[in-house]
């Protein structure tokens, strides 16, 4: 991130794997990584004072089945959350949209936190981005999309990117492939 202009890091970055993962913002540990780990990355950076934010959640060497479905219900909820990112809509539907379809998929209880906050000089900015907040998108607004699913004792999934609203949409401020990745 410096060779490329970051003024610092945004925040604590966190980097846990296997059952460190359940945990929606676990704390770096000495655990080595496995085979068959989860591993999730949050990093971010500052730059001409803005911040950033991006989490992935990828795999080493392989997945079981219960591992591939999560994934990919989070991604999906992920997805779902970022179309309804557009001017005039409301924050409320940005979470209702990723929220209730984890919960569709049986697994409601293990999303803990909000679909996302706003960033930009501060790392943590308001619109929380939550089912309860009414608030409207407006353009240019920058707000996370951060579902997830953590199960305890085992392993957690949080896809996140930046988007910024506009008139039509969204723009994904976030470069990097979201699809599983098996490294």
Known sequence: MKKNGAEKVAFDLIVVSGVNSSLPHGVPSDKRIENGDFITFDIGAVYDGYHSDMTRTVALRSVTDEMREIYDIVLKAHYKAADMIKSGNSIASVDSAARDYISEMGYGEYFGHTTGHGVGLEIHETPTVYHTNKEILEPS??????????????????????????????????????ELTIL
Not at 143 to 167: A, C, H, N, S
Request: with cysteine; net charge negative.
């Open 141 to 178: 607004m920058v707000i996370t999309d951060e579902p997830g699913i953590y199960l305890p004792d085992k392993f957690g999934v949080r896809i996140e990117d930046m988007y910024l609203v506009t008139e039509n949409g969204c723009e994904s401020l976030a470069l990097i492939d979201k």
